[in-house]
């Protein structure tokens, strides 16, 4: 059953007072987003509230532990995504990020190159062959270990997808663990990267007002073992200057809430029906337990909409109500 | 770090160079230090927490500079003849001097400093003594002052220089061995701080290098010196021995608890007692007192004593 449909009847039969209570979908749904986003947005304080009371002795763990389930909700919105690189070391954030929480570097670069042929679940790149660094493949178990390393990070640098190598069948072709290399045309010409996957730095953010005493350190001054990067607008400027490989860069963040919306079909006469099978149907990504925070604060801007001061204070109400609770 | 296989250990996995990793198991890197220390020491429930990487970073560093200076036996070595000046360039790394010898026919020399001048900046001068200045009114220098030139062409007398190995007595020579009538080297007034045969240096810091005796040109000469194991700024080749490992991470604590606003005193001064003591604890694990080394010195409590 989809949460935003009982909100919304939940709300529509609040908001009923002698049948003239009306809300359309798209006021609801504009409602409703705003509504996701406040609760959204408190999770974040309220975490921090829980841990200064952890400090304080004030919370506990088990059933008690309120921080490890606000932290659940919070990484519902976790996303793991490659950067686009765009000129030398600058690289571009998602759209659609709401706190970066890491951003990490892959230092160690294999080897990289582009697919000469199509194949499920394979990479194949014929050059390969004869190059310093094809794949050694150990078909009888002679000793040697197979070059790239079974578990090696394959990054598609085009589509900046992620696979890991599952064996290397021959000096030209690897089998992947997911199908990245997806290009019907011919030859395909799709450019990677593979990585070691083990290796793995976090690139640690610095504000715009240090970046320089800390580049002009000798101890302190960002190196391929701690690099740094600066934000601005919605790219970073990633430090030492040399981070330049695509696919190198990969963050961790918390996106956004996807909007809301309550799709329907009309019919002539009554009520639109909800419609959960359409294209553009969204429904919370709140847990349940947010439901009557949510409707409350729908209701406050509904009270407005239709100047009903009383569906309004409700509204007030239950969420002050809700935080006591909390408290 | 990961534990390594046997492979990686001993052949590297047959990537140069192969002795790479040869004794790694004694030291932790600064990354694992660095890693451990976020991990563990810094946190929402932690007595340290908001802290940069980078202040963490600084910090390790720091402390390892500090135990290379004067707990860590971490000496390096270095070989290189003398120069036409009879001087020997300090390399890039060098903090500060153990032991500088004389390499001769197979056999180390220690070598005194020399607590007289040996070098010295000169002003050129006219006839009456007056300074003389270039066009721009800066002073001018020649490239060697009469002291320089003095030690180089070994025109400088001092104060260390004896006359020989056996002070030119008489003796008997038997097989090849000199035996005396009495004890050699006894001089009334001798003073002994300064009492050595063998050549002599000082090190002229400001310039970086070391000045030795004229009796040293050409000769070959062997640094032990300390450096702050920095390895040249190759952050990934920096490490500690693991002896030092909880002191490191008590050093950082206490000097990120120091320099932090609104810190307790009693929580900083248990940090700095924690530092000490454990630095303590590092010294004497160091300095490897094995019943079989002390053995081996207490043999000589019987020897006579002249």
């Known amino acids: 059953m989809a949460m935003i449909n009982n909100v919304r009847n939940t709300v529509l039969a609040i908001i009923n007072k002698n049948n003239y209570g009306y809300l359309s979908p798209q006021d609801f749904n504009l409602y409703a987003q705003q509504a996701q986003m406040d609760l959204f947005e408190d999770y974040f304080y309220q975490y921090n509230q829980y841990i200064n009371r952890e400090n304080q002795r004030q919370s506990g763990t088990g059933y008690a532990d309120i921080v490890k389930s606000l932290e659940e909700v919070i990484d519902s919105f976790s996303v793991q995504a490659f950067l686009t690189g765009g000129t030398a070391n600058r690289w571009a954030l998602p759209a659609d990020y709401y706190l970066i929480n890491k951003i990490f570097h892959y230092p160690r670069l294999l080897t990289n190159g582009t697919t000469t042929s199509s194949n499920t679940n394979q990479l194949i790149n014929i050059a390969l062959a004869g190059q310093p660094s094809p794949p050694a493949f150990n078909p009888i178990g002679t000793g040697f270990s197979p070059f790239p390393l079974v578990g090696s990070l394959v990054v598609n640098t085009d589509t900046l997808t992620e696979s890991f190598v599952n064996s290397v069948v021959s000096v030209d072709t690897l089998n992947l663990a997911t199908n990245i290399f997806t290009s019907v045309v011919v030859p395909p010409n799709e450019n990677y990267s593979i990585f070691d996957a083990n290796t793995i730095v976090e690139v640690e953010r610095v504000s715009q007002n240090k970046l320089f005493y800390l580049t002009s350190s000798t101890l302190t001054s960002p190196s391929t073992l701690f690099p740094a990067y600066v934000l601005d607008g919605n790219n970073i400027t990633v430090y030492p200057t040399t981070i330049q490989a695509a696919g190198a860069v990969k963050t961790q963040y918390i996106r956004y809430p996807k909007a809301p919306k309550w799709t329907f079909v009309s019919i002539v006469v009554g009520e639109p029906l909800f419609d959960a099978s359409a294209a553009d149907f969204q429904d919370f990504e709140l847990p349940l337990s947010d439901e009557p925070g949510i409707i409350a604060k729908i209701c406050q801007y509904v009270g407005i909409e239709i100047r009903e001061a009383e569906v309004y204070n409700f509204g007030t109400q239950e969420e002050v109500q809700e935080n006591q609770i909390q408290v | ?306």
């Open chain 2, 1 to 306: 770090m990961a534990y390594i296989t046997d492979y990686q250990y001993y052949e590297n996995n047959n990537v140069s160079p192969l002795e790479k990793n040869w004794g790694s198991y004694q030291y932790v890197s600064l990354e694992d230090i660095v890693s451990n220390f976020m991990l563990i020491y810094q946190g929402n429930n932690e007595i340290l927490n908001n802290l940069e990487r980078y202040q963490v970073l600084f910090h390790a560093k720091r402390g390892i500079q500090e135990l290379n200076y004067d707990a860590m036996k971490e000496i390096k070595i270095l070989q290189l003849t003398v120069d036409a000046q009879i001087r020997f360039v300090l390399p890039q790394d060098y903090i500060n001097y153990v032991r500088i010898s004389h390499y001769n026919n197979g056999v180390l020399f220690p070598m005194t400093e020399n607590i007289q001048t040996m070098w010295s900046s000169a002003y050129l001068q006219d006839n009456n003594a007056k300074i003389l200045f270039d066009l721009n009114g800066n002073v001018t220098k020649p490239e060697n002052s009469l002291v320089d030139l003095s030690r180089q062409d070994g025109g400088m007398a001092q104060m260390y220089l004896g006359t020989g190995p056996y002070n030119g007595q008489m003796g008997y020579c038997c097989n090849g061995e000199w035996f005396f009538e009495y004890g050699i080297g006894s001089s009334f007034g001798l003073n002994t701080e300064t009492a050595n045969a063998n050549p002599s240096f000082t090190i002229n810091k400001e310039q970086g290098v070391i000045y030795f005796s004229s009796d040293m040109s050409g000769k070959s000469v062997v640094l032990e010196y300390v450096s702050d194991g920095m390895k040249n700024g190759n952050d990934s080749d920096i490490s500690v021995n693991k002896l030092f490992e909880e002191f490191i991470y008590a050093y950082m604590r206490y000097s990120l608890l120091n320099s932090k606003y609104g810190v307790q005193e009693y929580i900083v001064n248990r940090a700095r007692k924690e530092k000490t003591a454990l630095l303590r604890n590092a010294k004497l694990r160091l300095s490897n007192m094995h019943p079989g080394r002390l053995l081996m010195n207490m043999r000589g409590q019987d020897k006579w004593i002249k």
